[in-house]
């Protein structure tokens, strides 16, 4: 039996987590994850609504860049060089500032509501919204005219 791990596609795309949670219970996996650089969360915080966190700590506004296009997610950040600062004798470095580059898969008509930036948190706020033709929409069933229909064919 083969077996297929979906856990890159659950770091990788938001409004998708239907299907997947329908690939796993059938295939019987859970969902692990190994981790990467910025660490981040997807959260869904209602039937319709989703939220990313991206931990970019010492990262500014200026230092990141925010991108929607054709279905994809783009946040990048890159650290500005102070101009006027003289560089520093680091003993030790484990706070990453290096530049980097994540990108989500969105589903269709996922789109960006909100960004912020607090304590070192970039938070996305997305929104699912379905136009309203395609939507699914109840037709309702005349009885009374196809009586009349069917009566005027018998006669």
Do not use: W
């Not at 997947?20 to 190994?34: Q, R, V």
């Not at 279905?71 to 101009?83: D, I, M, R, S």
């Not at 600062?85 to 008509?109: D, M, N, S």
């Amino acid at each position: 039996m083969r077996t297929f791990d979906l856990s890159p596609l659950y770091r990788s795309t938001v409004g998708f987590d239907r299907l997947f949670s329908m690939l796993d219970k059938t295939a019987g996996f859970e969902n692990g994850g190994g981790t990467s650089y910025p660490p981040y969360n997807i959260e869904r915080t209602g039937e319709n609504s989703y939220r990313v966190t991206i931990a970019v700590a010492g990262f500014s506004e200026s230092d990141l860049t925010i991108e929607a296009k054709e279905n994809t997610l783009t946040v990048k950040g890159e650290k500005q060089p102070e101009p006027d600062a003289r560089p520093a004798e680091v003993l030790y470095q484990g706070i990453a500032a290096r530049a980097f580059e994540r990108v989500f898969r969105l589903a269709e008509f996922v789109e960006v509501k909100s960004a912020k930036l607090e304590k070192g948190l970039l938070h996305i706020d997305l929104v699912r919204e379905i136009p309203e033709a395609m939507k699914p929409r109840t037709i309702r069933i005349n009885a009374a005219e196809d009586k009349k229909v069917i009566d005027a064919k018998a006669a």
